[in-house]
């Protein structure tokens, strides 16, 4: 059985999701962003007690099939900029990669992700690209040519320009500001 949740973003989470379920006395087979793989439930453990105890540690249970989806479009593309997975091919343009990884045409896709999100799949992929700058320049350890190749960037002024459009600031200002914030990459996109 698969469950499909919400707001796993990286490893900690999977263990968090691990662990709740285990507390149950379910067996976990395989744990991957936003969805896990159990054997059958306990006939003591229903699916509202699951839902309460993820939603007591800030997840979700998806039982809705768009809602699925459009959670699985975001933990392809998280995994791609956040995790350095690169499963995509460098010549493979983002669109053909949902469709490949998700299994659905990718007009129904980027359709269905703007009614649910109320944001395109590229100005979602535009705001984690420059979450991943902030993380870069917190820590520091890359210049900004290195920061625009490595997520993809045409040229340092393309990164640049969208970072200042998204973040009223310029990456060296957001730098040098001690006050600057960066958003939870689960909650990228969601209203402020």
Known sequence: ??????????GRCKRAVREILEEFGIEVQKVE????????????????????????????????????LVEQIKTVI???????????PEHQNLSDFLTQKIGYDYSYLSHLFSAVEAMTIEKYV????????????RYGELTLSEIAWRLGYSSTQHLSNQFKQLVGLTPSDFKRTETAYRTEIDRIGQPK
Do not use: W
């Open 33 to 68: 962003l936003g969805e896990v793989e159990v054997g059958e439930l306990p006939a003591t453990v229903s699916l509202d007690q699951i839902r309460q105890a993820l939603a007591e540690n800030d997840f979700e249970l998806l039982e809705d099939r768009k809602a699925v």
């Open 78 to 88: 998280v995994n791609e900029i956040h995790h350095d997975r690169r499963e995509r």
């Open 1 to 10: 059985m698969k469950l499909y949740i919400k707001h796993m973003v990286c």
């Open 126 to 137: 535009i705001a984690q690209k420059i979450e991943k700058v902030k993380e870069y320049l």
